[in-house]
């Protein structure tokens, strides 16, 4: 989609610019919002169900995150960018690209397909690679902590009051 974007801004004339417009945005609703759902649904359910678990290790919680992100930013604006774009290309031709409203979502839209990919790429990174290891718990509360041994104390207990009271 990126290498798209910017031959919409090279198009040399209407036709050229609104169908690279509607290539990007059949591209968007059938190929890429649907299939990130399902990676976001079967990533889930591999990590339960594998030795891996859900938040256990850094890296699975860092790809979870990058992934309901970068579906979070393609449902609540590519989408609408991508709706207007091509809206704003086919009510005003090629004049559209010297918009200053278009200028700004084509770029807002540019930089999204930047972080959506450059997320791709750490997270192939960190699933290759396993950085930062398992997330430790926090300390243990009061409650939680392991109770004195009482025989220890019912033993040494005498021994120290006859010591400290000896004269």
Not at 101 to 127: E, G, H, P, R
Request: contains cysteine; hydrophobic residues 55%; aromatic residues 16%.
């Amino acid at each position: 989609m990126l290498l798209l974007l910017i031959f919409v801004k090279k198009a040399e004339n209407a036709e050229q610019l609104y169908y690279s417009l509607q290539s990007i945005h059949i591209l968007d609703e059938n190929l890429v919002k649907f299939p990130a759902l399902a990676t976001l649904f079967t990533g889930i359910l591999l990590s339960v169900w594998t030795q891996w678990g859900l938040v256990k290790y850094y890296w699975v919680v860092i790809k979870l995150v990058l992934t309901i992100l970068s579906i979070l930013l393609g449902i609540f604006f590519i989408n609408d960018w991508f709706a207007y774009l091509l809206s704003t290309a086919k009510e005003h031709g090629f004049a559209a690209l010297q918009g200053s409203d278009f200028q700004t979502k084509w770029l807002a839209t540019v930089l999204a397909a930047i972080f959506n990919n450059a997320a791709y790429a750490l997270m192939v990174f960190i699933t290759y690679f396993k950085p930062f290891g398992k997330i430790r718990k926090g300390p243990k509360s009061k409650a939680r902590r392991k109770k004195p041994n009482v025989r220890l104390q019912l033993y040494f207990r005498p021994c120290l009051f006859t010591l400290l009271h000896m004269d």
